[in-house]
């Protein structure tokens, strides 16, 4: 789960979330991407339930909550890239935000 994905297996673990509005971070380490909300109370609604699945996962996002919206980047920080843990969380993001 912490091993670095590289080459095919990144790219194929890449490419539903790219298609979804994730990007690759400049430097290649990561992925981010911005959510936006209806109102504060549903961002933040939706940051509690990611923050109980993230420490659930010991896996922990870099993000930033400025009213209504999220600027999220995953990362493996102990791997210095992608990993699963990266892919898993970007999917439980998604699914909690409704997509
Ligand atoms: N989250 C992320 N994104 N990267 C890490 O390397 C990481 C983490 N390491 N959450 C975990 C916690 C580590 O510090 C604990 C001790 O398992």
């Not at 990561?30 to 933040?44: E, H, K, L, V």
């Not at 990362?75 to 990266?86: E, P, Q, Y």
């Amino acid at each position: 789960m912490r091993d670095l994905l590289q080459g095919e297996a990144r790219a194929a673990a890449l490419h539903p979330l790219l298609a979804r509005g994730w990007a690759e971070t400049p430097d290649g380490k990561g992925i981010a991407r911005t959510f936006r909300f209806r109102d504060f109370p549903a961002a933040f609604g939706w940051m509690t339930q990611v923050a109980l699945a993230a420490e659930k996962a010991d896996h922990h996002p870099d993000w930033r909550n400025v009213f209504r919206t999220v600027e999220v980047t995953l990362s493996t920080h102990s791997a210095g890239g992608i990993t699963r843990l990266d892919i898993d969380l970007a999917g439980t993001m998604d699914r909690l935000a409704g997509e």
